[in-house]
């Protein structure tokens, strides 16, 4: 049995790309009425409607953890408007996703459902969604994921001296935290009045947990701000250096299932769960991978120098090599490789994968001092001579690496959460559907966070 299409695509959660089977015809035809105006966008009832159905889908035998239908409702739309606002930043800046593209995408979901684009098609129209509107979605999902690379990529910086530092504090903990959270936002340059409505809303859900009313991730699904609202709250395993610096030594003094806050931090007021806490110094077990010291001479192929002058070019200087010349002479007298010319074809020490695997497999299956037969690759032909091989212990190398993703990948989650309040902060959006619908177009823009649970009960 293959598995339901709602898991292969779980980020396109809110994002109606994958949809729960329909109860009935009429669910299948969707009133083509328009939930919200966001922009120069619309968000369609019938994407809504899709979008909730899926979450309950994701719910089914869980349903006492969602909310109620119409804070339901609003949840799901505020995260379709915020999907629309990030696909058209994103194609104001350039960014496209070519049908080849596409094409390629949606084939690797086929292939993870195990069937054919054919049968996934098949299988989306028993679920009642139009093939076409599934290709929209994975196009708005790739997009959306291409601009929150560009916005690393411009945005999120790391420094050695922040490595240094977080491997300092792994030397003293090598723990990782399982955290969860709820968020009670504010908007940027929150009145006084907003700020206290915030401090009672979250006192509320606290209390709703501390008294046994709500276990937290039912509350998060019903009460948080948080993008990751829908999923309980969950955050994921994280090391110190993933966590905000301001919560940090909180984290380290609480016992798995106690919570935290409220907190205020840069969004608004958090509350902050440990579900588990596990060692990982595991992972810090020596790492030896092989590298080998090369050189080599490389003729390029160019509509001057076709392929077949190319290969009796590379064979007429490998001649030379096995008659007594020496390899570094001839490499800088002829190679076309401008970066290891000068230093006589000179590679230095690399592990055999770093340019590309017909180049590896050349030099692995080499003897120290031996000089290759003439092979093509992508650069052209070449000739290579390994000098040496050694084991090397890469362990730190890959520390540092991981350290330096997880802590810019804590970056731009805060950075990003930022941009998207931003984003949505600046936005025309004239919302059409629900209890809290505008009744014409001319709203003001929202200055709200992305989402807006219903106030908790108050308990006499």
């Known amino acids: 049995m293959t598995k339901p299409l709602s898991v292969l695509l779980s980020s396109l959660l809110a994002v109606s790309s994958v949809i729960a089977p329909v109860a009935s015809a009429q669910q299948a035809q969707p009133l083509d009425r328009i939930a919200a105006i966001v922009d120069e966008d619309v968000v369609l009832q019938s994407e809504l409607d899709r979008a909730v159905r899926n979450v309950k889908t994701q719910y089914a035998g869980r349903d006492n953890q969602l909310p109620p239908d119409d804070v339901l409702q609003r949840q799901v739309l505020e995260r379709l408007i915020l999907v629309k606002l990030q696909v058209a930043r994103a194609e104001g800046s350039g960014i496209r996703v070519t049908d080849e593209e596409l094409n390629r995408a949606i084939a690797s979901i086929a292939q993870q459902n195990g069937t054919t684009v054919e049968g996934l098609g098949q299988k989306l129209a028993a679920d009642g969604m139009a ?271 991981q350290i330096r993703e997880t802590i810019g990948r804590r970056k731009l989650e805060e950075e990003y959460n930022r941009f998207l309040q931003e984003l949505r902060g600046e936005a025309f959006v004239s919302l059409r559907s629900g209890d809290r619908a505008d009744g014409n177009a001319s709203a003001t823009p929202a200055a709200a966070p992305a989402a807006a649970p219903a106030e908790p009960p108050t308990k006499p």
């Open 131 to 401: 093939y076409a509107d599934f290709r929209a979605s994975v196009r708005d999902e790739i997009i959306v994921q291409r601009l929150r690379q560009s916005f690393a990529q411009s945005r999120i910086s790391v420094s050695e001296g922040e490595v240094d530092t977080a491997l300092a504090q792994q030397a003293t903990t090598g723990a990782q935290y399982h955290l969860a959270h709820i968020l009670v936002g504010l908007p940027e340059g929150a009145t006084a009045e907003q700020i206290a409505t915030g401090q009672s809303k979250v006192d509320g859900v606290k209390k709703l947990i501390d008294k046994g009313e709500l276990d937290f991730s039912a509350a998060a699904v019903r009460y948080s701000d948080s993008p990751n609202a829908l999923e309980g709250g969950d955050l994921g395993w994280r090391s110190l250096d993933e966590i905000p610096n301001a919560f940090a030594q909180l984290i380290r003094d609480l016992k798995p299932g106690q919570v935290v806050g409220p907190l205020r931090g840069p969004s608004g007021f958090q509350l902050l769960k440990l579900v588990e806490v596990r060692d990982s110094t595991a992972s810090s077990a020596q790492n030896l991978v092989t590298e080998y010291n090369a050189r080599h001479v490389l003729i390029r192929i160019t509509d001057a120098q076709p392929d077949a002058a190319a290969k009796a070019k590379i064979d007429t200087l490998r001649a030379r090599i096995v008659g007594g010349a020496e390899f570094t002479e001839v490499a800088r007298e002829s190679s076309e490789d401008a970066n290891s010319r000068g230093q006589g074809g000179d590679l230095g020490w690399f592990p055999a994968d770093a340019f590309g695997p017909d180049f590896g497999r050349q030099v692995e299956g080499l003897t120290d001092g031996a000089v290759s037969e003439p092979f093509r690759t992508d650069a052209g032909w070449h000739i290579v001579q390994r000098v040496a091989s050694r084991q090397t212990d890469v362990t730190s190398q890959n520390q540092r690496a």
